[in-house]
């Protein structure tokens, strides 16, 4: 079956303007998370999504990072004015449900700001 | 302050070896999760535990809730093993160790 899909998978974009990221979760999957890895670093939790309930914006870095999910199915996250330090590969998981559940994840963007 | 402190960071290993990577944690957690991202990027599950002990061919998995503290074992470790392995933590969100770098050299 299909797993986590994430689009693009590649994004060069100017210092300044603004990104959209795409991730399509597995269906059925309640859970969807985003997280960042910027190189030669761990990865950082961005914001969870679970079912209807309000998000959990806490790892959000700044509030020109913000993200949405359309009931249980595609999310988007947006970078707006870009700077060089949001270069990172950013990756999504869902799951089926909390913590408790394996997640799976998709292959990432690799964003880069130049 | 990290919430998950992984050891070692980096291992190097002949084939073969019996391998050991921790885990410990300080907040409160529902489940532990051990990933693995191999060099290329992708990011995969190996064991979801909540106590006890867990067993996937070569691999097995530990946790101590008291103790805050798991562990993840390779028998018998073979090069197509290396990769960086990742503790995560959560209730909710996850918080993630900074990564175990392995390479099992033949």
């Known amino acids: 079956g299909a797993g986590v899909s994430q689009s693009p998978s590649n994004k060069v974009t100017e210092k300044g303007k603004d990104v959209e990221l795409r991730c399509d979760p597995i269906s059925g999957h309640t859970a969807l998370y985003w997280y960042r890895q910027r190189l030669g670093q761990g990865l950082e939790f961005l914001i969870y999504f679970q079912g209807n309930s309000a998000p959990d914006k806490s790892g959000l870095p700044s509030d020109r990072f913000s993200a949405e999910r359309t009931g249980e199915s595609v999310s988007t996250l947006t970078i707006q004015r870009t700077q060089q330090e949001d270069s990172a590969v950013y990756l999504c998981?869902?799951?089926?449900?909390?913590?408790?559940?394996?997640?799976?994840f998709g292959d990432g963007t690799r964003l880069s700001i130049l | 302050k990290n919430e998950v402190e992984q050891s070692p960071q980096n291992l190097t290993a002949q084939e073969g070896e019996f391998i050991t990577i921790n885990c410990s944690y300080s907040?409160?957690?529902?489940?532990l999760h051990w990933l693995q991202q191999h060099p290329g990027g992708g990011i995969v599950s190996l064991f979801m535990?909540?106590?006890g002990k867990k067993k996937h061919g070569r691999l097995i998995a530990t946790i101590n809730i008291q103790e805050k503290h798991s562990s993840l074992h390779i028998t018998a470790s073979h090069p197509r093993d290396s990769a960086v392995y990742i503790c995560a933590v959560g209730v909710g969100q996850f918080y993630f160790g900074t990564g175990t770098s392995l390479t099992v050299i033949p």
């Open positions: 998981a869902s799951s089926l449900g909390n913590s408790n559940q394996p997640q799976h």
């Open positions: 535990l909540s106590s």
């Open positions: 907040v409160g957690i529902s489940a």
